[in-house]
């Protein structure tokens, strides 16, 4: 299994740019997870997706930041217009089910630089 | 609300040395408490949790981790440290939102000396 694949590893744009983080999960996992995480703020949830339906958004910062899961191989979380604030490593992550007890397999993240 | 502390943001140690990184949560109920491993440049890796039962459990790499209720507490214990353990470590808390939400502490970053 090549676990959760994340791409681009690391992405530098200028100041409002539009930024695509792209996510591929575990085939067979019905749960995604897309997470910042921050010097400031430590690891935070932006949003849940289950059976490609967004559940919880409540992360998700502003406006600016939209996430979609076109299927259940594929997602994506898009910034624009992108802002310095906005550089930090997001990872996505996947699970087989919603239970407490079904384990988030985390990505390799992706390094965001806003300049 | 749920919460997660982990009161050491750096740690060093020796190689061989052991180790124990605190955490401390806050949840009204029987907490699920779970500890992950990010080594450099990587993802996050599940070492161990904690649902219910015996309260010493046991994971991944040699690590074990003792939940105690009355302290609030599920620190990560290793009895001998490798330079490869040399990571951050991040505790978390599974949170109340009908699904396998998670909690994280800020993290430790632990460094291991030659």
């Known amino acids: 299994d090549a676990g959760v694949i994340q791409s681009p590893r690391h992405e530098v744009t200028e100041m409002g740019q539009e930024v695509t983080l792209r996510c591929k999960p575990i085939s067979g996992h019905n749960s995604l997870f897309w997470y910042r995480q921050t010097m400031m703020r430590g690891l935070e949830l932006l949003i849940y997706f289950n059976n490609n339906v967004p559940i919880d958004d409540s992360g998700m910062p502003e406006d600016r930041f939209s996430a979609k899961m076109p299927n259940a191989s594929f997602s994506t979380l898009k910034i624009q217009p992108s802002e310095p604030r906005d550089s930090a490593v997001y990872f996505c992550?996947?699970?087989?089910?919603?239970?407490?007890?079904?384990?988030?397999?985390f990505g390799p993240g992706t390094r965001l630089t806003v300049l | 609300a749920q919460s997660v502390t982990q009161p050491d943001i750096h740690i060093t140690v020796s190689e061989g040395a052991s180790l124990e990184l605190r955490c401390n949560y806050s949840y009204g109920a029987t907490p699920y408490l779970f500890w992950y491993v990010q080594s450099p440049g990587q993802g996050l890796q599940l070492l161990l949790k904690?649902?219910?039962?015996?309260?010493l459990v046991q994971g991944i790499k040699g690590f074990e981790a003792e939940f105690k209720r009355s302290q609030s507490s599920f620190n990560l214990r290793k009895p001998s440290v490798h330079w490869s353990d040399a990571a951050e470590y991040f505790c978390?808390?599974?949170?109340?939102?009908?699904?396998?939400?998670?909690?994280f502490g800020a993290g430790t970053r632990l460094a291991v000396h030659p």
């Open positions: 904690y649902f219910s039962g015996d309260t």
């Open positions: 978390a808390v599974g949170a109340s939102g009908g699904y396998n939400k998670l909690i």
């Open positions: 992550a996947s699970s087989l089910g919603t239970r407490v007890y079904n384990e988030q397999f």
